[in-house]
């Protein structure tokens, strides 16, 4: 395992806040460096690279949720301060369903976090057949961007859900609220949802919990470990070839190739059926050369520390698996 998945040339593109991979077999120079991988069907695929992929329309919420959690804590002291006025007079009925509107605007939100992460599960396993398929063509088409965006936001997601625990207060109170005040409560979650809702943002890593569980077995896996492998070679060899003046440059790339990187090994850590996941002796992908790369060019980059906790704690398999050499490089 620690040696398995390697890769072979490999390029890797950045829009915004997600990255693709892309198995490119011809460039040509880009005058801001590097190069820039070509495609006799990018122009086809699509006119309009900076737009969400008309294809795969879940790719359009992705950029709004990202704003909504990490803009999450705004006000969050006047939603602390309504709820400990509601708590202090629990007969006060008018002090609770106060609260429940200081509320409202953001915790409303987490609903639709859940059916989002519910979509991108159900799209998961046809993007993943669709990537595998441009890769054979050694073309970079919708899925390919569609997926490496889910991908990227994925593990940006749930590293902004672990630095604010407010969500998970605020959606607590809420629910507890419903018995009392069930009308008003409503306005907030739709009570018919609100265990499923419940469940989802109780987890620390809710959308690479929710999107392993659509991985298809082993099929899934291996393009799973295909996309991490891919990413490890393209970060260590500091080599991302599509560089367009869309992409933000060579630092933006990276850094969105490294997210892909760890989401796609997570999930896999977490969907394989093989003893051990990604860690284990029969993975696809090299957890040492994904760790070894992620360390690399990870360090000094903004979110390097939550990807290295993503694989030291999102993973299912890194305590009981992951090799010396691999803890070595994760903890030092």
Same mark, same amino acid.
């Given at each position: 395992?620690?040696?398995?998945?390697?890769?072979?040339?490999?390029?890797?593109?950045?829009?915004?806040?997600?990255?693709?991979?892309?198995?490119?077999?011809?460039?040509?120079?880009?005058?801001?460096?590097?190069?820039?991988?070509?495609?006799?069907?990018?122009?086809?695929?699509?006119?309009?690279?900076?737009?969400?992929?008309?294809?795969?329309?879940?790719?359009?919420?992705?950029?709004?949720?990202?704003?909504?959690?990490?803009?999450?804590?705004?006000?969050?002291?006047?939603?602390?301060?309504?709820?400990?006025?509601?708590?202090?007079?629990?007969?006060?009925?008018? &002090?609770?369903? !106060? +609260?429940?509107?200081?509320? #409202?605007?953001?915790?409303? @939100?987490? /609903?639709?976090? %859940? *059916?989002?992460?519910?979509?991108?599960?159900?799209?998961?396993?046809?993007?993943?057949?669709?990537?595998?398929?441009?890769?054979?063509?050694?073309?970079?088409?919708?899925?390919?961007?569609?997926?490496?965006?889910?991908?990227?936001?994925?593990?940006?997601?749930?590293?902004?859900?672990?630095?604010?625990?407010?969500?998970?207060?605020?959606?607590?109170?809420?629910?507890?609220?419903?018995?009392?005040?069930?009308?008003?409560?409503?306005?907030?979650?739709?009570?018919?949802?609100?265990?499923?809702?419940?469940?989802?943002?109780?987890?620390?890593?809710?959308?690479?919990?929710?999107?392993?569980?659509?991985?298809?077995?082993?099929?899934?896996?291996?393009?799973?470990?295909?996309?991490?492998?891919?990413? &490890?070679?393209? !970060? +260590?060899?500091?080599?991302? #070839?599509?560089?367009?003046? @869309?992409? /933000?440059?060579? %630092? *933006?790339?990276?850094?969105?190739?490294?997210?892909?990187?760890?989401?796609?090994?997570?999930?896999?850590?977490?969907?394989?059926?093989?003893?051990?996941?990604?860690?284990?002796?029969?993975?696809?992908?090299?957890?040492?050369?994904?760790?070894?790369?992620?360390?690399?060019?990870?360090?000094?980059?903004?979110?390097?520390?939550?990807?290295?906790?993503?694989?030291?704690?999102?993973?299912?398999?890194?305590?009981?698996?992951?090799?010396?050499?691999?803890?070595?490089?994760?903890?030092?």
């Amino acid at each position: 395992g620690e040696d398995a998945g390697a890769a072979t040339t490999t390029t890797t593109t950045t829009n915004g806040d997600a990255g693709a991979v892309h198995d490119g077999s011809s460039s040509e120079h880009h005058p801001h460096g590097g190069t820039t991988a070509t495609s006799a069907n990018d122009a086809d695929d699509d006119p309009h690279p900076g737009a969400p992929c008309a294809a795969y329309p879940e790719v359009a919420a992705l950029e709004t949720t990202m704003a909504e959690i990490r803009g999450y804590n705004e006000a969050q002291e006047a939603r602390n301060a309504a709820i400990r006025a509601a708590m202090a007079a629990p007969d006060n009925d008018a &002090a609770l369903v !106060a +609260a429940l509107r200081t509320l #409202k605007s953001r915790v409303s @939100r987490v /609903g639709a976090w %859940h *059916d989002l992460a519910e979509q991108l599960a159900s799209l998961l396993p046809r993007l993943l057949v669709a990537f595998e398929a441009e890769l054979a063509e050694k073309r970079f088409a919708a899925a390919t961007r569609a997926l490496s965006r889910i991908l990227a936001f994925v593990v940006a997601f749930d590293s902004a859900k672990i630095a604010t625990p407010g969500i998970q207060n605020d959606f607590s109170f809420v629910k507890r609220a419903a018995s009392k005040a069930p009308r008003a409560a409503a306005e907030v979650v739709d009570a018919t949802k609100a265990s499923a809702v419940s469940l989802f943002i109780a987890q620390p890593s809710p959308m690479l919990a929710r999107l392993a569980l659509a991985v298809d077995g082993d099929a899934g896996c291996r393009v799973l470990g295909t996309i991490a492998s891919l990413c &490890a070679s393209t !970060a +260590a060899d500091h080599a991302p #070839k599509r560089l367009a003046d @869309r992409a /933000g440059g060579a %630092h *933006d790339a990276i850094d969105a190739c490294l997210r892909v990187m760890t989401s796609a090994f997570v999930l896999y850590d977490r969907a394989a059926r093989t003893p051990g996941g990604a860690f284990g002796s029969g993975s696809r992908v090299s957890a040492r050369k994904v760790a070894s790369a992620l360390r690399k060019r990870g360090a000094g980059r903004d979110g390097f520390e939550s990807l290295l906790a993503a694989l030291r704690y999102t993973t299912l398999h890194y305590a009981s698996h992951a090799s010396p050499a691999v803890q070595a490089i994760v903890e030092r």
